[in-house]
């Protein structure tokens, strides 16, 4: 039976430059977007609903994971 190994150091800056690459990357699509849509990014309650929708997945996902041998 193989050990399960932590993930290092080099693993964590890897995901961890992903996430900021990701936010920034939106960051920047948000602002070339038209106004209007702008609007609807920032004045509703949309970066919350993805936020709960992103969550739950996360959560799902980890529930139904096929236990390890």
């Known amino acids: 039976m193989a050990e399960r190994v932590a993930p290092g150091l080099r693993e964590v800056l890897l995901v ?5 690459a990701v936010v920034l990357g939106l960051a920047v699509l948000t602002g070339l977007l038209p ?3 702008q609007r609807v990014v920032f004045r ?4 919350i609903i993805v936020l709960i929708f992103g969550t739950a997945f996360v959560l799902v996902r ?3 994971r ?3 041998p």
């Open 62 to 64: 980890l529930v139904r």
């Open 44 to 47: 509703t309650p949309l970066l």
């Open 66 to 68: 096929p236990p390890e």
């Open 16 to 20: 961890a430059l992903a996430v900021v």
């Open 35 to 37: 106004t209007e849509a």
